[in-house]
């Protein structure tokens, strides 16, 4: 059963509890089916038993109940003990009313609606735009020959790609080739190819940090793929142990299992923490022994908010100790300041990839046709933004700013308050988006929840949802140590709207531990 969820077996004596609650399978939903014969094709029984095996908790049942809980409130807006539901359950900036960067949507608009950039309206066009936004829209438009409608090129847009090797090229001081380079609906998008092209059998296993963000469980369920787990270091703001690499890759290999990758996030999601210079600089040095091929996700890069832990690309310390081993690296623009999640752009860089492979990735890109071409146009302003003398430069710096800086003050003020709070710790936010809080749960409400026959997080965040409307995540989608309790909340909400967010939280944690204790 264990292989059918995607987990390497030599783990589940260790920590079983954890392992159910990654992936959970529809079996006992089979089971109580009629067993008399279907009128469709299409069954439960009969559907690809690898999709029904994945689990996604950031959108499992604690964000249904709360689209459900919404749509109550839009019919009796009195109904419940809260007047709105606060979805801290996914990086979501937009939803919770981060304002997009002007420069961006002007582009975008001058892009969608031609017309405005004719001779006949120019005129009017300049009296409403900025002039560099005009030309950056022209420019782009020349890539796609007027028609951003049209497909593009299977790897994305060529002009865009070359500005995205210079970005990396600038960021880490080495070059970037613009052919190793391919835009992608999204970052999960790329992951997932990447992983379709590592998983050739059931016996293969990428190795995946708990916790860990469900994409990756979920998309090795899917290949029908063994998940392999390590654990990060909780007490070392979410370090990663070289000592942990080397146990899970010695448990997975003595069982059998082909070991072929290692999954770094980087900054960490859930757990906001960030690795260190020297940290990367073991894993790479591991993976290069050891002969794993490296996915680091890469997508919270510019979220750093302590001196201590500045991101360092795992392309720069590849580079820097010119080493041979395999990287992948993946970048969005769903996160960071731009927070243009809808839009769906993003892309991978391989590096000391087999050019055969890079070919079969160019075929996997084709049978998809293109990336989003919107989503690729936010990509090369992303990576080139306005420059200073532009006429929009101080306009956009200033909103970056704006954002970074309220989001920081958010990160801390909610670690602040969980650290404030009676049976909770929570680490600083080193980057990301969001908090993972500790919770130690009094133990009549853990014997209350495993008796209803639920997990005592999921029941925790569940009673949280209907109490206070706020949705997060409880840590046992994203994997835990055994015998811990966690929840992931992003801290996006309004700044304007924190102190009632926070104090909507306090009320109902401190009357949870009251009632239990």
């Given at each position: 059963?264990?292989?059918?969820?995607?987990?390497?077996?030599?783990?589940?004596?260790?920590?079983?509890?954890?392992?159910?609650?990654?992936?959970?399978?529809?079996?006992?939903?089979?089971?109580?089916?009629?067993?008399?014969?279907?009128?469709?094709?299409?069954?439960?029984?009969?559907?690809?038993?690898?999709?029904?095996?994945?689990?996604?908790?950031?959108?499992?049942?604690?964000?249904?109940?709360?689209e459900e809980l919404g749509a109550q409130l839009k019919k009796q807006p009195n109904s419940l003990p809260f007047s709105k539901i606060t979805p801290c359950n996914i990086g979501n900036p937009q939803q919770l009313n981060q304002k997009p960067l002007t420069f961006l949507r002007q582009v975008s608009a001058l892009m969608e609606y031609t017309d405005l950039l004719s001779p006949e309206m120019i005129d009017?066009?300049?009296?409403?735009?900025?002039?560099?936004?005009?030309?950056?829209?022209?420019?782009?438009?020349?890539?796609?020959?007027?028609?951003?409608?049209?497909?593009?090129?299977?790897?994305?847009?060529?002009?865009?790609?070359?500005?995205?090797?210079?970005?990396?090229?600038?960021?880490?001081?080495?070059?970037?080739?613009?052919?190793?380079?391919?835009?992608?609906?999204?970052?999960?998008?790329?992951?997932?190819?990447?992983?379709?092209?590592?998983?050739?059998?059931?016996?293969?296993?990428?190795?995946i940090p708990i916790p860990q963000y469900p994409l990756y469980t979920a998309t090795l369920a899917h290949l029908n793929a063994q998940a392999v787990p390590y654990y990060l270091q909780e007490e070392s703001d979410w370090q990663l142990s070289i000592d942990d690499l080397k146990r899970a890759l010695a448990e997975a290999r003595s069982q059998g299992t082909d070991v072929r990758a290692l999954a770094v996030i980087n900054p960490g999601n859930p757990t906001g923490g960030c690795l260190l210079e020297n940290n990367i600089a073991e894993i790479v040095k591991f993976c290069e022994q050891e002969k794993l091929v490296i996915l680091a996700d890469e997508v919270y890069q510019t979220n750093i908010y302590?001196?201590?832990?500045?991101?360092?690309?795992?392309?720069?310390?590849?580079?820097?100790?010119?080493?041979?081993?395999?990287?992948?690296?993946?970048?969005?623009?769903?996160?960071?300041?731009?927070?243009?999640?809808?839009?769906?752009?993003?892309?991978?860089?391989?590096?000391?990839?087999?050019?055969?492979?890079?070919?079969?990735?160019?075929?996997?890109?084709?049978v998809s046709l293109c990336p989003n071409v919107q989503g690729q146009?936010?990509?090369?302003?992303?990576?080139?933004?306005?420059?200073?003398?532009?006429?929009?430069?101080?306009?956009?710096?200033?909103?970056?700013?704006?954002?970074?800086?309220?989001?920081?003050?958010?990160?801390?003020?909610?670690?602040?308050?969980?650290?404030?709070?009676?049976?909770?710790?929570?680490?600083?936010?080193?980057?990301?988006?969001?908090?993972?809080?500790?919770?130690?749960?009094?133990?009549?409400?853990?014997?209350?929840?495993?008796?209803?026959?639920?997990?005592?997080?999921?029941?925790?965040c569940m009673q949280m949802l209907e109490a206070t409307g706020i949705s997060v995540v409880p840590g046992s989608g994203f994997g835990q140590v055994p015998g811990t309790f966690h929840f992931r909340s992003t801290f996006l909400p309004p700044e304007e709207l924190f102190d009632e967010f926070i104090d909507g939280f306090r009320h109902f944690h401190e009357g949870l531990i009251k009632r239990y204790s």
């Open positions: 059963m264990f292989r059918l969820l995607g987990i390497h077996r030599a783990t589940t004596a260790r920590a079983p509890a954890m392992l159910r609650r990654l992936l959970s399978s529809s079996v006992e939903t089979m089971q109580q089916e009629d067993s008399t014969t279907h009128s469709k094709v299409l069954t439960l029984e009969t559907m690809n038993p690898n999709v029904r095996t994945m689990e996604y908790a950031v959108r499992g049942a604690i964000p249904i109940r709360a009017g066009t300049r009296k409403l735009f900025p002039e560099d936004a005009i030309e950056r829209a022209k420019r782009n438009l020349s890539y796609v020959n007027n028609a951003v409608g049209a497909y593009t090129q299977s790897l994305g847009i060529q002009e865009i790609r070359e500005n995205v090797a210079r970005f990396i090229a600038n960021r880490d001081g080495y070059p970037a080739d613009a052919n190793q380079i391919c835009l992608t609906t999204g970052a999960s998008g790329a992951v997932e190819r990447v992983l379709d092209i590592l998983v050739s059998n059931p016996n293969v296993g990428v190795m302590t001196g201590t832990n500045p991101f360092v690309s795992f392309k720069k310390v590849v580079s820097k100790l010119g080493s041979s081993v395999e990287l992948f690296s993946f970048h969005s623009i769903s996160k960071g300041m731009i927070g243009e999640c809808g839009r769906r752009g993003g892309y991978y860089e391989a590096v000391n990839i087999d050019e055969q492979i890079m070919g079969q990735l160019m075929k996997m890109a084709s146009m936010a990509v090369d302003i992303m990576v080139n933004p306005p420059q200073p003398g532009d006429a929009s430069y101080e306009q956009y710096q200033s909103e970056v700013s704006a954002i970074y800086e309220s989001m920081k003050r958010r990160a801390k003020k909610l670690a602040a308050a969980f650290n404030s709070l009676p049976n909770m710790s929570c680490n600083d936010a080193q980057g990301a988006m969001y908090l993972f809080p500790r919770v130690e749960l009094p133990q009549a409400f853990v014997d209350e929840a495993v008796a209803r026959g639920q997990q005592p997080d999921a029941a925790y």
